[in-house]
């Protein structure tokens, strides 16, 4: 398994940004796939989450603002992120759900910081 997320930088306030996840060595479409983040001093939260179906789901913390979307043909995994603030700086990471609200496949992270 190996993932690769791009597409970080840094963005004023209110920005946006679109996350890139590509991904290689497994059957990319029929697994639940996860962004997550970590801000420095804090622990990995779990952002957004897409089903093989499409269903998705996200934290409180961002809904009405992240769009969780997936290319299955193209087996990438995006994150569309809008109206930006502070509080999103952190490293995103892309993961696979390999079992019930287990993850694997951690690539390196893209930085994302909003000031």
């Known amino acids: 398994v190996q993932l690769v997320e791009s597409g970080g930088g840094l963005v004023q306030p209110g920005g946006s940004l679109r996350l890139s996840c590509e991904a290689s060595?497994?059957?990319?479409?029929?697994?639940?796939m996860g962004w997550f983040r970590q801000a420095p001093g804090k622990e990995r939260e779990g952002v957004a989450a897409i089903d093989s179906d499409g269903s998705t789901s996200y934290a409180d913390s961002v809904k009405g603002r992240f769009t969780i979307s997936r290319d299955n043909a193209e087996n990438t995994l995006y994150l569309q992120l809008n109206s930006l603030n502070p509080e999103d700086t952190a490293m995103y990471y892309c993961a696979r759900e390999y079992a019930t609200a287990q993850f694997d496949g951690w690539g390196q992270g893209t930085q994302v910081t909003v000031s």
């Open positions: 060595g497994y059957t990319y479409g029929s697994v639940c």
